[in-house]
């Protein structure tokens, strides 16, 4: 290809200088095609079979038609709606506790102190600890012959372990939270040390100067400062609570069931025909937490800004 | 008015390395402007951020008015300080910056914006209202980091080496600006420099810091003509010192006798000290000895030669048009004024 005379060196320069440009972003789309071609096999492709499936057309069982029952049954029945709440709640409550704990535990952690790196190791230590030890955790000490139970038996607290607040398989998922809030504290926590270590003291100090109080200072500077990192920290936080399995599965109630629970439950159900439903509630749960995740977003903005 | 009285202040930050604040005494008067002048990592931003409250001292007292101000929290002192950095806030306005200190006083919003505006036209920024720190000049934001403070009337304003980011111009101006404002509004006022000739222009006294002890506490003039010390004289801007023994109101140094009325010493080992400025080439007389010219520069406003004495090189800074006068190499007599020769007491350490 031959250019046409250049009117000036710079102009030269640019359209060569354009040309790379062009070519490295070929070069870079090439390189991630891979990548992006396994998550949209994965991702995508797991969505839309889902999603299908959902509407009833699933050949191999001999659903062929496209419709909405799937939908109609499950938002007509009054345990979904029950299952839906629940969740969100579960969600909701363990992100909040979890990010209010976690931001006073990194505020504690901050300043230098003797002994500061062993308590923080163990502080993280449990960001290594699957959930599911978590779990067994809670069983072992809020369940009603748990070990607080005993031990407040003991004190005399209360009559007997009969007597002590039904803490698991409760309606109101209290061992459900605690394991989440206690499995998410360090891994907010961590982040939000992270950011105020690196921002370091002085723009409290200023305030401080200025006239603020210690809690003004920390409203006011110290808390719009990291709410970015505790915004997205806590959004995938919720995400995750809100379409985990195995701790509701093992630490919730019968009824009502937290939502992946009574999805999992529907798709491994001897009949074939509840299989939509299930499509259906795990599109629910999708399309939930990704609107959850926007308006927690939107709010927490408003937040920052004012 | 507040007057402002350090005891003894010293910071220890670690156990192995020196403090970095060292039994400070200084009177900080009220309504003057005091300078913090030294070297980087003298301690000056430690003795500030002290004086504010946002540090501990390791001993020692502090008092405004006689009273002892270490129990009180920072933001009940009335002492604010500005920063270096500016720091100002980065998810805030302008307007919000400058209204911080208003705001967490509950003062009415509509008073804290006019009030806001005000300071915008004080320091020359007019209509930055609603503009984000990120969208400044390092000079913008440190005029706006100082509009902060000032919009609180605090009763001490302290000020982390304020003018460091502005051009010439700019630092001229803004200099006039402190200096009215403080003057006006009757602030006591600690500056932080590096610079000894902001410190000179602005400050009613200046207290010069080395490795976090005082050297000196003085009126501008008195660095120049009676600095306590050869490291003294050196930062600033000596650089003539002739080792010799003092006796009777003369000094015999190795290239001869001088007269030498002003001294810090009584007698003894002591240093001959004469800023380049009152080096005289060419006229004789009284305090004169013979040298020969080694090189000189030309640099406009001045002209600066450099002399040998014997084995003793001296610098001296003369009228521009010497140069026409002399050449390299040229037998000249070097005058030493009496009235201009000070005695110090023997160099503690030659670097
Ligand atoms: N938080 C801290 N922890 C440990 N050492 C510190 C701390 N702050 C300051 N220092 C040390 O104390 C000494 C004085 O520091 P300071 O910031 O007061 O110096 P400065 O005179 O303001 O210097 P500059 O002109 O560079 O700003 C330095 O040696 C510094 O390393
Ligand atoms: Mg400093």
Redo the contacts with the bound molecule.
């Keep these: 290809m031959k250019w046409p005379e250049p009117v000036s060196r710079t102009r030269r320069l640019s359209r060569t200088s354009l040309s790379e440009k062009a070519a490295q972003r070929l070069t870079i789309a090439l390189l991630l095609t891979p990548a992006i071609l396994v998550i949209l096999l994965l991702f995508m492709g797991g969505l839309i079979t889902g999603f299908l499936r959902s509407l009833g057309y699933f050949p191999l069982i001999g659903l062929n038609d496209f419709n909405f029952a799937a939908y109609t049954t499950i938002f007509t029945d009054n345990g979904f709606i029950r299952s839906f709440i629940l969740t969100f709640h579960i969600a909701f409550t363990s992100t909040l506790i979890a990010s209010i704990l976690a931001v006073a535990s990194a505020m504690l952690l901050r300043p230098a102190f003797r002994g500061k790196r062993f308590v923080q190791f163990i502080f993280s230590l449990n960001l290594t600890i699957p959930h599911l030890v978590g779990a067994v955790g809670v069983l072992y000490l809020f369940s009603g012959s748990g070990l607080v139970s005993r031990l407040a038996t003991g004190a005399g607290l209360i009559d007997s372990p009969a007597g002590f607040p039904a803490m698991v398989n409760d309606p109101w998922a209290i061992g459900i939270i605690i394991q989440y809030v206690w499995k998410e504290i360090p891994f907010i926590g961590v982040i939000v040390l992270a950011i105020l270590l690196s921002v370091g003291e002085d723009y409290e100090s200023v305030a401080r100067s200025l006239g603020a109080n210690r809690w003004q200072a920390f409203r006011n500077v110290t808390l719009p400062l990291i709410m970015p990192g505790v915004v997205s920290a806590s959004v995938i936080v919720f995400a995750f609570t809100f379409g985990a399995f195995e701790i509701p599965w093992l630490l919730g109630s019968t009824f009502p069931k937290a939502l992946p629970v009574l999805a999992f439950e529907s798709y491994t159900d001897v009949d074939l025909a509840a299989r939509p439903q299930a499509m259906a509630m795990a599109m629910v749960i999708a399309v939930m937490s990704s609107l959850m995740i926007l308006a927690y977003m939107k709010v927490s903005r408003r937040y920052v800004r004012s | 008015m507040t007057q402002v009285t350090l005891s003894g202040l010293t910071k220890i930050?670690?156990e192995k390395s020196p403090p970095?604040v060292d039994q400070l005494n200084l009177e900080i008067e009220s309504g003057k402007l005091t300078a913090l002048l030294?070297p980087?990592?003298?301690?000056?931003?430690?003795?500030m951020k002290m004086i504010a409250g946002l540090l501990r001292p390791t001993s020692g007292d502090i008092t405004f008015n006689g009273e002892s101000i270490l129990s009180i929290p920072p933001e009940d002192r009335g002492a604010v300080m500005v920063f270096?950095n500016y720091l100002l806030f980065p998810y805030m306005t302008i307007a919000e910056n400058i209204g911080f200190g208003l705001k967490m006083r509950k003062v009415d919003r509509k008073e804290i914006r006019t009030r806001v505006t005000d300071m915008l036209d004080l320091v020359q920024l007019p209509g930055f209202e609603d503009r984000k720190p990120r969208q400044l000049s390092g000079g913008q934001q440190q005029r706006i980091a100082l509009a902060r403070a000032l919009i609180v009337q605090p009763n001490v304003l302290l000020l982390d080496?304020p003018l460091s980011n502005l051009d010439a111009h700019l630092r001229d101006e803004m200099r006039e600006l402190i200096r009215r404002i403080q003057t006006e509004m009757a602030i006591t006022t600690v500056f932080?420099t590096?610079d000894q000739e902001e410190a000179v222009v602005l400050a009613d006294r200046i207290a010069l810091l080395f490795d976090?002890r005082l050297q000196q506490f003085d009126v501008p003039d008195a660095f120049f003509e009676s600095p306590q010390s050869v490291e003294i004289a050196k930062f600033f801007g000596g650089t003539n010192f002739i080792p010799g023994h003092y006796e009777g109101g003369e000094i015999t140094t190795a290239i001869g006798r001088f007269r030498a009325p002003r001294s810090a010493v009584d007698g003894g080992d002591a240093v001959l000290s004469i800023r380049p400025e009152a080096v005289t080439l060419g006229s004789d007389g009284g305090n004169s000895v013979m040298g020969r010219i080694r090189s000189h520069v030309y640099v406009g406003r001045y002209a600066r030669f450099r002399v040998a004495l014997g084995d003793i090189e001296v610098e001296a800074i003369t009228d521009p048009a010497q140069v026409k006068l002399f050449n390299d190499g040229d037998e000249v007599p070097v005058r030493f004024d009496s009235n201009k020769i000070w005695v110090i007491g023997p160099a503690s350490s030659q670097p």
């Design positions: 930050f670690d970095a030294g980087s990592g003298c301690g000056k931003t430690t003795t270096q080496e932080v590096h976090g």
